[in-house]
């Protein structure tokens, strides 16, 4: 880690704010911070610690009591640190809890702490304002998410940092007291020796691997030597040398074997097959006797199932047969009552027209019977109407006979199928 710009601002012993520029030492990689006792020296290493960890060098004072008591109750504690690792550049800006004056100025609210980290698009140039420069913000929202992702840019938690980098006054005792195993720690995260722990480990698994393979290939040696009974590999070299003439003829013998059993084996398969393809013909033979005796219950079936569909294609045909029905059962009712009221208008239109000629002989000689006649002109307009429902009788009886036509036809029908389903039955 490298850096370039630490500004401070009610930080420590600053009320005001502070900017120190790390790139105006040059190249240069020891600088000395030298001043009086209580000039500020250890702040700055407590400031560049808090931006990173958000804890101080030596922990006895917290992020925030780092607030500075002459600071004005409206400016805000806040620490920025600006480093590069490597080639890239990050900004790290982190604020304690404190409590200033709220925005409306009349009284001091609790703001509770804040971190953020970005990353630099591009390259580092003092002749540039950090806020005019493209950073790319990292983490900006969560506190904790800040510290994962400096201890893995540093590898370093706060307080290896505090132990390795930063080394405060009356602090350096610590690593040096260190145990082996914190310091073994401390110092492999430092130089990344991770990989070199792995390399040692793979390097260990292979050498055992090794090991455990030559006694195998040792305790195989022995067991061929113990049963061939001789005393080293010269002897069984010579021994097998011996014997190799007697194993090509027994290898000759074998693979004639071999092949009479090859053939043996390819005539028992075709032999198979040909079973196999006889019990399928047997089979298949079975099954179409079975069909056959099926057959003549198939074709019952097909015949009620074409009769239960001829049924099916006529029960429309039925159906409206039976609405007819009952339209001529409603058609013969209104013709009777239509023929009632007809009986009565005639019995009225008689005694009407006897009274009207009774009338018109008597108009001349009384004034009553003019009257009378009077009364039977009124009567008139139901004669029409009688006139009227007449003609209604006619057309009702004229529809009636063509529908008990049309019902007749439909009933024969109806009884041809019925007949036909008893039959098929």
Request: charge should be neutral; hydrophobic fraction near 35%.
């Amino acid at each position: 880690m490298k850096p370039l710009v630490l500004n401070m601002q009610a930080f420590g012993p600053f009320p005001t704010q502070q900017s120190i520029n790390f790139t105006l030492l040059g190249e240069h990689p020891l600088f000395l911070i030298n001043g009086a006792t209580g000039a500020g020296k250890t702040t700055l290493l407590d400031a560049i610690s808090f931006a990173l960890y958000g804890e101080t060098t030596g922990q006895d004072r917290i992020g925030k009591q780092m607030r500075c008591d002459h600071a004005a109750d409206d400016c805000a504690t806040e620490v920025e640190f600006i480093f590069a690792v490597g080639e890239k550049t990050y900004r790290v800006m982190r604020q304690p809890t404190q409590h200033i004056l709220g925005q409306r100025g009349n009284s001091k609210v609790e703001r509770r702490t804040t971190a953020s980290l970005y990353q630099l698009q591009g390259e580092w140039s003092n002749d540039q304002l950090p806020n005019a420069m493209n950073w790319q913000p990292l983490e900006t929202r969560k506190v904790t998410e800040v510290n994962k992702h400096i201890e893995t840019l540093l590898g370093l938690r706060a307080e290896q940092f505090r132990q390795v980098v930063v080394l405060p006054q009356g602090k350096f005792r610590e690593l040096l007291n260190a145990d082996a195993n914190e310091r073994e720690t401390i110092l492999s995260q430092l130089f990344q020796t991770q990989r070199f722990k792995r390399y040692e480990e793979l390097f260990k698994q292979q050498a055992s691997e090794l090991k455990k393979s030559f006694e195998q290939l040792e305790q195989q040696k022995a067991h061929i030597l113990d049963g061939s009974e001789c005393e080293d590999l010269t002897q069984l070299e010579q021994h097998i040398a011996d014997l190799k003439p007697q194993l090509e003829a027994k290898q000759t013998v074998l693979n004639q074997l071999q092949q009479q059993i090859n053939d043996t084996d390819y005539q028992l398969k075709q032999q198979h097959t040909r079973n196999a393809k006889y019990k399928d013909l047997q089979h298949a033979k079975h099954q179409q006797d079975a069909l056959k005796a099926k057959q003549a219950n198939i074709d019952y079936k097909q015949q009620q199932i074409k009769a239960a569909q001829a049924a099916i294609r006529l029960l429309p045909t039925y159906n409206e047969w039976q609405q007819n029905e009952k339209h001529v059962k409603t058609s013969q009712e209104k013709q009777l009552q239509l023929e009632t009221r007809q009986q009565q208008q005639a019995k009225t239109l008689k005694v009407a027209q006897t009274s009207l000629q009774e009338a018109k002989t008597k108009l001349e000689q009384s004034h009553s019977l003019r009257t009378t006649l009077q009364r039977l002109e009124e009567l008139l307009p139901t004669v029409e109407q009688l006139e009227a429902l007449t003609k209604q009788v006619e057309q009702h009886q004229s529809k009636l006979a063509l529908q008990e036509k049309e019902g007749k036809q439909l009933r024969a029908s109806y009884d041809a199928v019925q007949l036909d389903i008893k039959r098929l039955r």
